[in-house]
């Protein structure tokens, strides 16, 4: 519990204890191990019948004020921070599954995740079955006696779909089985899914968090009991953030609130634009009424984020040209940064799912994603015009 009510509050007044040099801001620990004082604090420390720090595998002041914040805005007892997202996403699977064992997964998820459930895991000898996001039917037949973890991300990339996390969760419990959801492009300013039942919530921190396109990291969240095991996982195997790193993210949680505000306000009308707008053949915005799944979002969402997609008319070709067209927004694969950023996914970050995958994912080939940054919005809309006019 923090002693703080509110979410901009805890973000920015949960802090480890200070030094003796009464400093404001924490400071950066660079170290890779910590001194006992005597023999037996050491033997205490690895019993771990004493808390505190012993090597930065492990845990590290800078690490653990990061947790902390993230654990009081998600509404959860532990955590762990990982040095990338997809750290994250490995390491809230492996320690929970084995050989024999089955995973079902949305298709609608980060390309590589895609790619660690469908074929990293089967190698291994977990068997994965892939659902589509938004169909309850799909989910309920995907799972068999041996499921042991249901994935998914909502709102999903890039399509932004969108499922009603409290009945993926009495489904998961139902069946004795981990709900991982995956609160990226959301972030625990505008949903929480541990308050709606997942047992397990993990972060892509390069994304929303930072929120500054500076450094890689991941963070997962959920009981003592399941974080426990994560923790015994990535003490063995390393998966741990840098210091420098966490210090970035717990600095950067400080302004996640008014950044995200701004983005969410941005995309809203960006995308109410772009919907009325005669060379755009479609919009997706969980905010927009025209959304399939718009009451859920509304229901478990603050507000629609930061991104939405769009189709231009003509396809992919046209797509291209428009990006091509851009000046101002960035062509990269990042997200949640403080610039606007135009993607292809198609040909970007899901060119590996294979087709047929894609297809079924809803991905189309003239599909663009924006990521609304903080820019003044008549300087985004204008580039996206210039760009919808001279790629006509
Ligand atoms: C980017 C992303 C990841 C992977 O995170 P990295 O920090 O790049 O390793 C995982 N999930 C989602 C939804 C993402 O957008």
Known sequence: MSEYKNFETIAIRTQSKRTDNREHSTPLYLTSSYIFNDAEQARALFA??????????????????????????????????????????FSSLAPFLKTGDHIVSSRSVFGNTHKVISEI??????????????????????????????????PSNPTLDIIEIEWLAELANKHN???????????????????????????????????????LGGIILG??????????????????????????????????????????ENAERLAKHLNSHEEIASVKYPFLKSHPQHEIAKKQMKKGGGLLCFEVKGGVERGRKFLDALQMLSLTANLGDTRTIATHPASTTHAKVPEAERQLAGITGGMIRISAGLEHYDDILEDIEQALAKSK
């Open 48 to 89: 771990e019948e004493e808390q505190g720090n012993i090597y930065s595998r492990f845990d590290n002041p800078n690490a653990d004020e990061f947790i902390k914040k993230m654990t009081l805005l998600e509404g959860t007892e532990a955590g762990f921070a990982t040095a990338s997202g997809m750290a994250a996403v």
């Open 121 to 154: 895991l089967p190698d291994w000898g977990v068997k994965s079955t892939f659902t589509n996001l938004t169909d309850h039917k799909d989910w309920e037949n995907a799972i068999r006696p041996n499921t042991k973890v249901l994935f998914l991300e909502t």
């Open 223 to 264: 009981s003592n009991e399941n974080i426990k095991k994560v923790k015994t996982f990535a003490k063995r195997t390393g998966p741990a953030i840098s210091p420098f790193n966490a210090w970035v993210l717990s600095k950067s949680l400080e302004t996640l609130a008014v950044r995200v505000d701004r983005q969410c």
């Open 177 to 215: 089985a981990l709900l991982v959801v995956d609160n990226c492009f959301a972030t625990p300013y505008l949903q929480q899914p541990a308050k709606l039942g997942a047992h397990i919530v993990i972060h892509s921190a390069t994304k929303y968090i930072d929120g500054q396109g500076r450094v």
